[in-house]
């Protein structure tokens, strides 16, 4: 039950025996491209984050995903994984 208030909007949804949520958080996240974050989007999904390997740099991370006007929220963790990398390996 959202409300025991007597509400009313412009349009009325019978969900019944329907589930009925604000969105999904997915939490590992393999593909941070439009095509992989439209699929998401019409699953139910309203964030998905890359969280098990993480990127490094994040700065560039956030500045590339948000040049790309995706449907839904994004987000990654940076971890050591790729920090202690020599600085003559590829990144």
């Given amino acids: 039950m959202i409300t025991e208030n007597n509400i009313s909007g412009k349009k009325t949804i019978d969900a019944t025996g329907k589930i009925v949520s604000p969105g999904f958080i997915d939490l590992h996240m393999h593909g ?3 095509g992989a974050y439209r ?3 019409t699953q139910g999904v309203t964030m998905a984050l890359e969280l098990e ?9 956030y500045a590339g ?4 006007n995706l ?3 994004y987000g990654a963790a940076a971890a ?3 920090g202690i990398l020599p600085l003559s390996m590829p990144r």
């Fill in 71 to 73: 449907p839904i929220h």
């Fill in 53 to 61: 390997s993480s990127v490094l740099p994040i700065d560039e991370f």
């Fill in 80 to 82: 050591w994984t790729f």
């Fill in 39 to 41: 699929m998401q989007a």
């Fill in 65 to 68: 995903q948000a040049k790309k």
């Fill in 32 to 34: 941070q491209n439009l």
